[in-house]
């Protein structure tokens, strides 16, 4: 049978929602660094702080998922 | 200051705090949960106590039982410090230790001060003689105890106190046209990363110093607290920034810091936005005004979910050897908890710049001159 819960599976989702947000900031970031080396340190940084709000979002969504299942 | 000699400090923070997470490596199998990131409480004797009576590891009430506050701060083994628990009832204020709201074997005592006091579901409630809980006098029960929570939170303010004061003393003493000295030559560079990277370009020159000491509070208090939520043993592991209440008033906070010193070009542009069609001024005017909470909520919600992810998944991966049932287990999991624990400490920075930054934003934004340009309006206004 099926066993867990349906926010389960919405944690699954914002999971898949914060992989597909980051791996395009980490493309974008590569590229970036890529075409101009020198500017590397300051596209690393850019690259975490977008990173850190794109999780948040994901993370709203876990909340959500914890606040559903207890 | 260069971001080689911020990368280096990092680098040097870092080493120290992996050593400090590898002790995670001595969790054995009669050890209590080796209590990684989040909190240690009486609950691990408890789940010692309950593994004999029922052979069952309960994995999310161990994990909820490390995430949430606690009325006493588990030390090792058998140890706990039982804080005070304070509350006010229509009888007046009672003060006495936690330790009497448990029994031996760990579970909910009823103690009787001016009322049965029981703890249900970690709140304390007023019971009667049966048991039962008296909804009534329940609800004229304020509970202002000392939970480990607040414990935690007077330890950081105090280590706050001691390290920003005595860097500031030294400010004092030698000025600020000689090179820093000691505690000095490691918050300065911190300090300035705060005032040229955050406040400078959201705030502008001119007003950037009116904020800084609030800026830079948050930013430390949510680093230290961080910081300390993330050592597994007294006098950290209490998990203070990963509790809705903490983020909550940090983020009340900046509400009023940012409505209060709000001008009018910010209140027009939320109520009445210049440059649009009257139709779109008064669609805009809803939402506008739903911003102006959504984004301290936004802060909040974004710092709470962080830090606690970040301690539900290294108190998960610790869990797993209680799940396996060896202490084998612990060569996979034990690595892997401290290659989550570095995350954790990147996290850790990273959320309070984050929190930081976003604040002078919004400071920013609502200090903002007006620029008259700025709205393709014909009519001069």
Redesign the interface.
Known sequence: MVVGSVAAIGAGLAAIGAGIGIGQIGKGAVEGIARQPEAA?EIR?NM??AA??V??VA??A??VALLGNG | MT?RSIKSLLVKTFSVFSLLLATQAFAGENHAPAPAGAGTEATPAAEAHGAKKEGDFNVTETILEHIKDDHSWHLWGHTSIHLPVILKTSKGFEVFSSGKLVDEHHEPAVYKGNFEYKLIEGKTKIVDANGNVDVEASKQLWDFSITKNVASLFVSVFILLVVLLSAAAGYKKTGVKSAPKGLQSFMEPIILFVRDEVAIPNIGTKKAGKYMPFLLTIFFLILINNFLGLIPFFPGGANVSGNIAFTMTLAVFVFIVVNVSANKSYWEHIFWMPGMHWSMKLFLAPIELIGVFTKPI?LM??L???IT?GHILVLSLICLIFIFKTVFASAIAVPFAVFIGLIELLVAF??A??FT?LAAMYIGMATEEHHHDAHGEAAHH
């Open positions: 340190n940084s975490i702080v850190a709000f999780e948040a993370l709203f876990v909340v | 971001f936004s919600i974004r709470f979910a962080n992810a990273l959320q710049f984050i930054m």
